[in-house]
């Protein structure tokens, strides 16, 4: 084969890579659409990721599902297991359901329907327990069809290093290969460096869901290679492309304590955290460029008008595409600031719209939890664009609003994908565009003002029981952890990341909030299964 046409070969793999990842969504869809049962939902999971992997694994490997038995002990069930029955005879099978001797098993791996909360954490525990037991021979990686975002992962997995840490008096040690759906593959990083960071994640909405399949796939390829199975031609490139991604850091207390275990080692060499920019121009480049300078252009206008109302204008977070959300809510408030000097430097500094309270940020979790979990994308931001005093801000709203919403309507014209829906935040706005349209249907959901606690109770009303099911499941530490990795994406200056995430950790997270979650829950639920 010529180079030429393996390279041609290597990318069409991709692209296949590709059509198997939107057929597992497709069976994903489907299912859930017809059933509501748990463990049956749970089993058909199981089995789509098995009948994909086959088709990636040499013939000698079987896939099934079952235990690992050792001379000492016998695993828990494992969702999927890859195993060589060459290598020694099976202890047990009926059907897919088998026992497998340890020296026979390439690869365990866990499959969650759902994964959030205190449950995270405990699959993780349950994985690294295992590993420990195999001796590191077994390849383990964890599939999640539905899970929290990648800042609530990373998170958890630090305070499990800091769990371990008190136990066995060392930081480093090797994690699962995580692939959450639609969301990212996380995977260790080794590179014989202890102070190097510990992760290196490829994120799906920058890449693709065939790409993190791929590199799932090709991670367990990696393990086989012990089980004298040669490099497929169809991988080749991709272990050096899975080390051109982003790494993720450990946080000072860590580090800190990982230089008082190796007080003798080589200091440090600077490593970098950022994805590096690729050769060439990716496809559709200049579309991005166009959107980028049209949107530009509407700042441009934004600003002026803000101007001329005598007001500050406060920028959103500029998206990058056209999204399949658009959330509206009423106008930035001047009350975060103690003058309008101070307002200016903050501006100037890098601030953004929608990144400073509380508030916002169970916004930002809720919108990207439970309202755009199928690589969807929504985008923030108010009726009238002018930073102004809370009294103020009441004054003359009606024809504030109409001078903003020519506006208004080219931003939703420019942002919105075709069969978008925008989303009213709060009555006043919805009363508003009802009155005077928008080129998107219109729904909406309750405001987070606290102004409006009363209505959160309203909420729950008739959805008792499902609310006591959701207490205790989203902490004041994951909308942190959501917040932090807005923050990042966001492209906000570290130094002003730092002071927003100060404050947040400041705030206070009680039942209110928890109810407030809960609404958005139910609301942004119901979207998104209304317009999939």
Same mark, same amino acid.
Request: proline share 4%; net charge positive.
């Given at each position: 084969m010529s180079r030429e046409g393996k390279r041609d070969n290597v990318q069409g793999m991709r692209e296949l890579a590709d059509r198997y990842a939107a057929e597992l969504d497709a069976q994903f869809q489907t299912l859930n659409h017809f059933a509501n049962h748990a463990g049956e939902i749970g089993r058909a999971h199981e089995y789509f990721l098995r009948t994909i992997?086959?088709? =990636?694994?040499? %013939?000698?490997?079987?896939?099934?599902?079952?235990?690992?038995?050792?001379?000492?002990?016998?695993?828990?069930?494992?969702?999927?297991?890859?195993?060589?029955?060459?290598?020694?005879?099976?202890? =047990? &099978?009926?059907?897919?359901?088998?026992v497998v001797d340890a020296e026979a098993t390439a690869a365990a791996i866990e499959v969650k329907s759902e994964l959030s909360g205190s449950r995270l954490k405990d699959a993780c525990r349950k994985l690294l327990n295992e590993m420990a037991s195999s001796g590191g021979q077994t390849f383990h990686g964890l599939y999640a069809w539905d899970s929290s975002s990648l800042g609530v992962w990373i998170e958890a997995a630090w305070d499990i290093v800091r769990e371990r840490a008190k136990e066995t008096g060392r930081h480093r040690f090797d994690f699962p290969v995580v692939y959450v759906r639609d969301r990212f593959l996380l995977f260790p990083n080794h590179d014989g460096n202890w102070w190097s960071p510990p992760f290196r994640v490829l994120r799906v909405e920058e890449h693709s869901e065939g790409a993190a399949l791929l590199g799932f796939i090709g991670m367990l390829w990696f393990r086989l290679q012990e089980h004298r199975v040669d490099w497929p031609w169809w991988l080749d490139g991709w272990s050096e492309e899975l080390k051109s991604l982003e790494m993720i850091e450990w946080p000072d207390d860590i580090k800190k304590a990982m230089q008082a275990e190796h007080p003798d080692a080589p200091a440090p060499t600077e490593t970098t955290c950022s994805v590096p920019e690729t050769a060439g121009t990716a496809p559709g480049r200049s579309d991005a460029d166009a959107f980028r300078r049209a949107y530009e252009v509407?700042?441009?206008?934004?600003?002026?008008?803000? #101007?001329?109302?005598?007001?500050?204008?406060?920028?959103?977070?500029?998206?990058?595409?056209?999204?399949?959300?658009?959330?509206?809510?009423? &106008?930035?408030?001047?009350?975060?600031?103690?003058?309008? #000097?101070?307002?200016?430097?903050?501006?100037?500094?890098?601030?953004?719209? =929608?990144?400073?309270?509380?508030?916002?940020?169970?916004?930002?979790?809720?919108?990207?939890?439970? /309202?755009?979990?199928?690589?969807?994308?929504?985008? /923030?931001?108010?009726?009238?664009?002018?930073?102004?005093?809370?009294?103020?801000?009441? #004054?003359?709203?009606?024809?504030?609003?109409?001078?903003? @919403?020519?506006?208004?309507?080219? &931003?939703?014209?420019?942002? %919105?994908?075709?069969? %978008?829906?925008?989303?009213?935040?709060?009555?006043?706005?919805?009363?508003?565009?009802?009155? @005077?349209?928008?080129?998107?249907?219109?729904?909406?959901? /309750? @405001?987070?003002?606290?102004?409006?606690?009363?209505?959160?109770?309203?909420?729950?009303?008739? @959805?008792?029981?499902?609310?006591?099911?959701?207490?205790?499941?989203?902490? =004041?530490?994951?909308?942190?952890?959501?917040?932090?990795?807005?923050?990042?994406?966001?492209?906000?200056?570290?130094?002003?990341?730092?002071?927003?995430?100060?404050?947040?950790?400041?705030?206070?997270?009680?039942?209110?909030?928890?109810?407030?979650?809960?609404?958005?829950?139910?609301?942004? #639920?119901?979207?998104?299964?209304?317009?999939?």
């Open positions: 992997l086959r088709r =990636f694994l040499p %013939a000698r490997f079987r896939v099934g599902t079952g235990f690992i038995a050792s001379p000492n002990r016998t695993s828990p069930q494992q969702d999927v297991l890859v195993y060589d029955p060459a290598k020694s005879p099976l202890l =047990f &099978e009926a059907g897919d359901l088998v509407l700042e441009s206008r934004m600003a002026q008008l803000a #101007e001329s109302d005598g007001d500050l204008y406060v920028p959103n977070v500029a998206p990058t595409r056209p999204v399949d959300f658009v959330l509206i809510c009423m &106008e930035p408030s001047f009350g975060h600031w103690a003058s309008i #000097e101070e307002a200016r430097a903050q501006l100037q500094d890098g601030f953004r719209n =929608f990144l400073y309270s509380i508030g916002d940020f169970i916004l930002h979790y809720c919108a990207r939890n439970y /309202l755009c979990r199928e690589r969807r994308a929504f985008h /923030l931001t108010d009726m009238s664009k002018g930073a102004m005093l809370v009294k103020k801000a009441g #004054e003359a709203r009606k024809k504030r609003y109409a001078r903003w @919403h020519a506006l208004l309507v080219d &931003e939703v014209q420019l942002v %919105a994908k075709d069969g %978008a829906r925008a989303i009213a935040v709060g009555s006043v706005v919805k009363k508003h565009l009802d009155k @005077h349209g928008l080129p998107v249907p219109v729904s909406k959901v /309750l @405001h987070y003002s606290v102004q409006a606690r009363l209505a959160r109770n309203k909420g729950i009303a008739g @959805h008792e029981a499902a609310y006591e099911d959701f207490r205790g499941s989203v902490s =004041f530490r994951d909308i942190v952890a959501d917040a932090t990795e807005v923050l990042r994406a966001s492209g906000i200056p570290d130094a002003l990341q730092e002071e927003t995430l100060a404050r947040l950790k400041r705030s206070k997270f009680t039942d209110s909030e928890e109810k407030l979650i809960f609404n958005y829950k139910l609301a942004f #639920e119901s979207l998104a299964t209304e317009t999939a």
